[in-house]
C-alpha cells in the first residue's frame, strides 16, 4: 500500500492524530484548506473504500465546492496510478471509496440519511454552517472511526460553529487549532503582497482577514470609522456607573415570540458633554417579564433607572396586548417615548450617531455584542443598480436602532434650547 509523506506546517500536527471533531480556525494564507485537502487524500488512500463528503451549508456548483482543490492534489502527488478518479460531481477513491460534494441547505432530515455510513465529513467556511446544518450532520456520519473536520475564518461569536468547538463545553474528543498566514511556511509571495496592502488600505477589515479575528466591523458599515476611531483613542475600556446619577435605558421594541425583532436596550449615563455607554442586552422573542428581569438583575430599579422609548412603544404587542410604555410604567419606571420623527427617521439617527460617537465612552466587557452590531450595521443596495436603499434590516439593526434613539434623545434638550423664541402676534416678523 502505498502512503503519502505530504509536509506538515507545525500548527497542523495537532490535528493529525484521531479525534472525533478536528477544526482549524484562522485568517487568509493559513493554508488550512490545503491541509484538509491532503489529510482526506492521504486517508482515502491509507483506508481503501472510505467514503466522505465535502459540504458547505449552501452549495450552487462545484465550482463553490473543495473539488478544484482535491483535483489539483490529485495531481500534484500522482494519485491517478493509485486509483483516483474525478469525475463531474465525485472523485472515486481506492477500494469503491468516494468523496461527494453537497451542500446542507438541499438536505432534510430523511435526505441526510443518505451520508450514513460516511466516515469523513469536511466542512469548509464553516461559519456559514447553521445549528440547523450541524444537528443534521453530526448524528448522520456515525460509522466506527467517523470523523468531522470544519476549516474557518471567524466571523461572529455566535456562529453555530465557534458555539459547537469554542465554547466553554466543546464536544468530547475535540481538537482545534488556530493557524494564520504566519503559521504558513509555504506563505507565497503574491499573499505577502495582498496582506501588506490590507493592512495599509483596510485596516478595520485586517484582523478578521488576516489574522482570524472576529468581524468587528462590516465593510462599509455606517459605524466602521467611528469605532475604529473609539478604540484608536481609548474610548472602549473601563467605563464605571456614576451612583448618584440617572442611568438611562434606551430601547428598540422587539415583540413576543419566536419570529419576532429582538428587543435592544443601551444602558448610559450622560456626563457633562460625555456619554458613557455602561452596558448592552439584546433577546429575541422573550416576554416582558424576561427584560424586565434582566433590569432588575443589573440593578436598574425604579429608584436608580429611567426607560426610553421609541414611538412604537406606545403600540400594544400582539401576543399580550399592552404597549411597553404601559407596561413598564406598570412596573414603576419612568418612561420617555421619543415622538415618531417621520420619513427618513432611520437616517436622523444614523446622523445623530454619527455626529456623538466621538463623545461616547464604551464599557468594553458589557458592550461587545451592541458595538458587534454597530459594527455590521450597513446600507442595503440594489447591486444591479449601484444605488443605495436606506439602512438594512437584519440582525444588527436593533441594536443600532436603539443606539440612534439614545443619540436623539441626548441632542433633543440641546435642539430646545436652540430655539429661537416665538414671534408676537401681528408683529412685522410675520
Not at 506546517?9 to 493554508?31: C, D, I, M, T
Not at 478518479?85 to 477500494?95: A, H, K, L, N, Y
Not at 430655539?419 to 412685522?428: C, H, N
Request: net charge neutral; glycine share 10%; proline share 6%.
Amino acid at each position: 500500500m502505498s502512503v503519502l509523506q505530504i509536509p506538515t506546517a507545525e500548527v497542523f500536527v495537532p490535528l493529525l492524530e484521531p479525534a472525533r471533531y478536528k477544526g482549524a480556525y484562522g485568517g487568509r494564507g493559513s493554508g488550512k484548506s490545503h491541509f484538509f485537502a491532503g489529510m482526506l487524500l492521504e486517508d482515502s488512500l491509507g483506508e481503501r473504500g472510505l467514503c466522505s463528503v465535502c459540504i458547505r451549508e449552501v452549495q450552487k456548483s462545484l465550482k463553490e465546492s473543495a473539488k478544484r482543490l482535491l483535483d489539483n492534489k490529485i495531481k500534484e502527488f500522482g494519485l491517478e496510478r493509485e486509483g483516483f478518479r474525478s469525475f463531474d460531481q465525485v472523485i472515486e477513491t481506492p477500494g469503491d471509496g468516494v468523496i461527494v460534494f453537497q451542500g446542507m441547505q438541499d438536505h432534510t432530515a430523511e435526505t441526510i440519511k443518505s451520508l450514513e455510513g460516511f466516515k469523513r465529513a469536511w466542512a469548509e467556511e464553516a461559519h456559514t454552517i447553521s445549528a440547523r446544518s450541524l444537528t443534521l450532520l453530526r448524528p448522520t456520519i456515525r460509522a466506527p472511526g467517523s470523523q468531522l473536520w470544519f476549516s474557518w475564518n471567524p466571523r461572529r461569536k455566535r456562529d453555530a460553529i465557534n458555539a459547537l468547538l469554542r465554547g466553554p463545553t466543546p464536544p468530547t474528543g475535540t481538537v482545534t487549532v488556530m493557524a494564520n498566514w504566519s503559521d504558513n511556511p509555504w506563505f507565497p509571495a503574491e499573499l505577502e503582497q495582498e496582506r501588506q496592502d490590507d493592512m495599509r488600505d483596510r485596516p478595520d477589515q485586517y484582523p478578521h482577514i488576516w489574522d482570524g479575528d472576529y468581524e468587528k466591523v462590516t465593510e462599509g458599515a455606517y459605524y466602521a470609522a467611528d469605532l475604529i476611531k473609539a478604540k484608536q483613542e481609548g474610548r472602549i475600556g473601563r467605563v464605571a456607573a456614576d451612583p448618584l446619577m440617572t442611568i438611562r435605558l434606551f430601547c428598540d421594541i422587539g415583540g413576543t415570540g419566536a419570529k419576532a425583532d429582538s428587543f435592544a436596550i443601551w444602558t448610559a449615563q450622560f456626563v457633562g458633554r460625555e456619554i458613557r455607554v455602561l452596558n448592552y442586552y439584546e433577546a429575541q422573542g422573550q416576554p416582558l417579564a424576561s427584560h424586565l428581569a434582566w433590569m432588575r438583575s443589573q440593578g436598574y430599579t425604579p429608584d436608580r433607572a429611567q426607560i426610553w422609548l421609541p414611538h412604537d412603544g406606545k403600540t400594544n404587542d400582539r401576543v399580550f396586548d399592552v404597549s411597553y410604555e404601559s407596561a413598564f410604567r406598570d412596573a414603576g419606571y419612568d418612561v420617555t417615548v421619543i415622538p415618531n420623527q417621520g420619513k427618513g427617521a432611520a437616517a436622523m439617527r444614523i446622523e445623530a450617531g454619527r455626529r456623538l460617537f466621538p463623545a461616547c465612552w464604551f464599557n468594553g466587557a458589557t458592550t461587545e455584542g451592541g458595538r458587534e452590531a454597530l459594527g455590521a450595521y450597513h446600507e442595503k443596495k440594489d447591486e444591479n443598480r449601484e444605488i443605495g436603499l436606506g439602512p438594512e434590516h437584519d440582525w444588527a439593526s436593533h441594536g443600532a436602532d436603539a443606539f440612534g434613539l439614545m443619540c436623539v434623545a441626548y441632542e433633543e434638550p440641546q435642539q430646545q434650547k436652540r430655539k429661537p423664541p416665538p414671534r408676537p402676534a401681528g408683529s412685522w416678523m410675520g
